[in-house]
Each structure stands twice: as structure tokens, then as C-alpha cells.
């Protein structure tokens, strides 16, 4: 149903996959949407795609004081913040023997300290407001661990703490981890070793497409402020993992 979400909702991200395609369905609730990523291009081609209840930034989620400027300007656009979905996120896979040390820093900065400069930058709006929505974007390496997955699996299970803590610190402030199995994204473009590059195609061979991770995130939005959809996880119906 169309037309039933009267939030303002911010999504890192949001240039390709996941982020993108949760804008494109939240587009068609009434929501008004801050997009934001890297990528300006593909951004603005996306808000201009979808209409003036769509605006966008380009925004580093590293680096807390961007993080800041970017709900900011949500602000400035549309007078408040209601949810903030924290999407982005890097998956350079490797074994740990490979000692690829920069992919895991970019990891951990993107996939822990990204979040975490969202949460810094909404929460004190949300606690003094008594309302307010964090949906992290996790992943089932939260609930597990494999080879080559690793760093990446840590900085999820890192998420899925965080996540929990905020939902224990604040009964004031919704919490929702989703946690998608594999998803056809660009996630893991990165990944420097042929051999697990290879592997990746593989698993994708059995995989959801980004608007069933969307349509998650809306279910958590929808329900009433009093109902709080603290996990869901998304797999492929056919997924070994």
C-alpha cells in the first residue's frame, strides 16, 4: 500500500544495491528520503529519478564530522530526521594469511565506525525528541563465521552488538538489524584474490535480489511506534548459509 509512511528517512549507501533499491521502495510510501554515498552521480540520477520528495549528499561515512553534515542537511531540507538506515558497507574478502591489513582497516571502518558516526550523529535528536528509528544493515556473517570472511564477518558481529546495546541503552529509540543473506550487489567488487573473487560468483549463483532486503527495512519502518522489529533475517530460500 502506497502512501503510508509519513517519516524522514536517510539512507547511506544508496548509490547501488541494497541502498538503492530501499529508496526506490520507500519512495512509494510517501516517505521523504536523504540519500547519500560516495558516488554524486549516480545519486542525483536517483533523486532525480524519483522525485522532489527525494534529495541527496554526497557523504564518507568515516568520517564522523561528514556524518554530521549530512543529517544536517536532511534537516535543512525537510525540518527533521526520523529513521536513519546505515547500508553502506565493504566486503573485500581474503584469508587472513594474505595479510591484506589496508582491506581490513577499510573494513573496519566502514562497516564498524561508519555505523557508528550514524549513530553519533542522529541520536541525540532522537533521545531528546523521545522517537526516532537506527536500522543497521548487517548481514548473515553476523551469525557465523567462514574462511576468507573473517575481518568481514567481525565487523557485522560488531554491528549486531552495537545494535543490541542500543536497543538496551534506549527504550525511547527503535533498533532493527537486518541481516541479508547473499544479495546481487556490488558488494565485494573489491575482493583482490582471483581465487575467492571466484568463489563470490558461486555463491551468487544462488542469491536474493536488492528489493527483498528493501522490503524488509519498509515492514520495520511500518509497524506502529510501540513496535519495535528488533532482527530479521533475509536468505534466499535455496541458501546453504
Wanted: charged share 25%; aromatic share 4%; proline share 3%.
Amino acid at each position: 500500500m502506497a502512501g503510508n509512511i509519513d517519516k524522514v528517512v536517510l539512507i547511506t549507501g544508496a548509490s547501488s544495491g541494497i541502498g538503492e533499491a530501499t529508496a526506490r521502495e520507500l519512495a512509494e510510501t510517501g516517505a521523504r528520503l536523504f540519500i547519500g554515498a560516495r558516488r554524486g552521480e549516480r545519486l542525483k540520477a536517483l533523486a532525480e529519478e524519483l522525485g522532489e520528495t527525494v534529495a541527496w549528499r554526497e557523504v564518507d561515512v568515516t568520517d564522523g564530522t561528514d556524518f554530521d553534515a549530512f543529517v544536517e542537511a536532511a534537516e535543512s531540507r525537510f525540518g527533521r530526521v526520523d529513521v536513519l538506515v546505515n547500508n553502506a558497507g565493504v566486503m573485500p574478502l581474503s584469508l587472513l594469511a594474505s595479510l591484506k591489513r589496508d582491506e581490513w582497516k577499510r573494513m573496519v571502518d566502514v562497516n564498524i565506525h561508519g555505523v557508528l558516526n550514524g549513530i553519533a550523529a542522529v541520536l541525540p535528536r532522537f533521545v531528546a525528541r523521545r522517537s526516532g528509528h537506527v536500522i543497521n544493515v548487517a548481514s548473515v556473517a553476523a551469525h557465523m563465521v567462514m574462511p576468507t570472511a573473517a575481518v568481514y564477518c567481525a565487523t557485522k558481529h560488531a554491528v549486531r552488538a552495537i545494535t543490541e546495546g542500543l536497543r538496551q541503552e534506549h527504550d525511547e529509540v527503535r533498533s532493527t538489524l537486518i541481516s541479508p543473506g547473499v544479495v546481487a550487489t556490488e558488494l565485494g567488487h573489491d575482493i583482490t584474490d582471483p581465487e575467492v573473487a571466484a568463489a563470490l560468483t558461486g555463491w551468487r549463483k544462488k542469491s536474493l535480489t536488492p528489493d527483498a532486503i528493501a522490503r524488509a527495512v519498509r515492514y520495520a519502518i511500518e509497524q506502529p511506534e510501540g513496535v519495535d522489529i528488533n532482527e530479521v533475517i533475509v536468505r534466499p530460500t535455496a541458501a546453504d548459509m
